[in-house]
């Protein structure tokens, strides 16, 4: 069973930028996509990022170009460098994990608030 704790969210200024790191506990190497989703104030909640299993990344439309999202086999966990940051950007992000075989993402970390203000 996985658990995955978010950290790193809060307060910026429009052009800042900001890291969110989640950490997995538990048997990652059953994991086939790990990544971030955010859900914005009366919206549905969006696929940001992603890394597979072979070390590919996957991005949003809005999140292309100025987003990164990364791996860290050593720490076992993952990480979403934000730049370029806009108010639109404002929402709880949530890390979130796919098992290997599963179609939908199975296990979400409890989110990390990001504010972007104007």
């Known amino acids: 069973q996985e658990q995955l704790v978010e950290s790193g969210g809060g307060l910026v200024q429009a052009g800042g930028s900001l890291r969110l790191s989640c950490a997995f506990s538990g048997r990652t190497l059953s994991l086939d996509r790990r990544g971030w989703f955010r859900q914005a104030p009366g919206k549905e909640r969006e696929f940001v990022a992603a890394?597979?299993?072979?070390?590919?990344?996957i991005y949003s439309d809005s999140a292309k170009g100025r987003f990164t999202v990364s791996w860290d086999n050593a720490k076992n966990g993952v990480y979403l460098q934000m730049n370029s940051l806009k108010p639109e950007d404002t929402a709880v992000y949530y890390c979130?994990?796919?098992?290997?075989?599963?179609?939908?993402?199975?296990?979400w970390g409890q989110g990390t608030q990001v504010t972007v203000s104007s």
């Open positions: 979130a994990a796919r098992s290997v075989g599963s179609t939908d993402y199975n296990y």
């Open positions: 890394v597979t299993r072979t070390d590919s990344r």
